[in-house]
């Protein structure tokens, strides 16, 4: 007896899911048969803000460690490069920047490579520079070449 409740229940049970998913179904059919809702499409909005504008660098700025390597570089230029031909320029080395003095003045190096083929003992030269005053008018302190 209590197997046929079962079974029954299961029947009642299987008939009503199977009419709920006839309802289901229905609905979605008529569903397809409807235009497809919008989607919403994501917009994006950039702001931008403009950089500042670089500061103007005056004549009267004080002389910067790049610049007072530049005047050592051109020094070096006229007394070694351009009297030893083959002779050239070494680019700025950061591991060896200009250093500022207490009184404001910077300590340049500078270095040079000699012409292919001529190792007199050296491997570079060196313009050792003292450099002070403003970007308008570098004044050169004190200057020499050397040979390392």
């Known amino acids: 007896m209590k197997r046929r409740r079962l079974l029954r229940a299961l029947a009642v049970a299987g008939a009503g899911a199977l009419a709920i998913a006839a309802g289901i179904s229905g609905c979605s059919a008529g569903a397809a048969s409807d235009p497809p809702a919008p989607v919403p499409t994501p917009t ?10 670089p500061a103007v660098p005056s004549p009267d700025d004080p002389i910067d460690a790049m610049t007072a ?4 570089a051109v020094l070096g230029e006229a007394e070694y490069i351009n009297r030893t031909p083959g002779a050239t320029l070494r680019p700025y080395d950061a591991a060896h920047a200009p250093t500022r003095n207490p009184d404001g003045t910077w300590n340049v190096i500078v270095s040079m490579a000699p012409p292919p083929g001529v190792h007199d003992g050296f491997a ?3 313009a050792l520079c003292d450099i002070s005053g403003t970007l308008g008018a570098p004044t050169l302190t004190r200057w020499t070449l050397k040979d390392v």
């Open 124 to 126: 570079s030269i060196v």
């Open 44 to 53: 994006v909005t950039v702001t931008t803000t403009a950089a500042p504008t």
């Open 69 to 72: 390597w530049t005047a050592c």
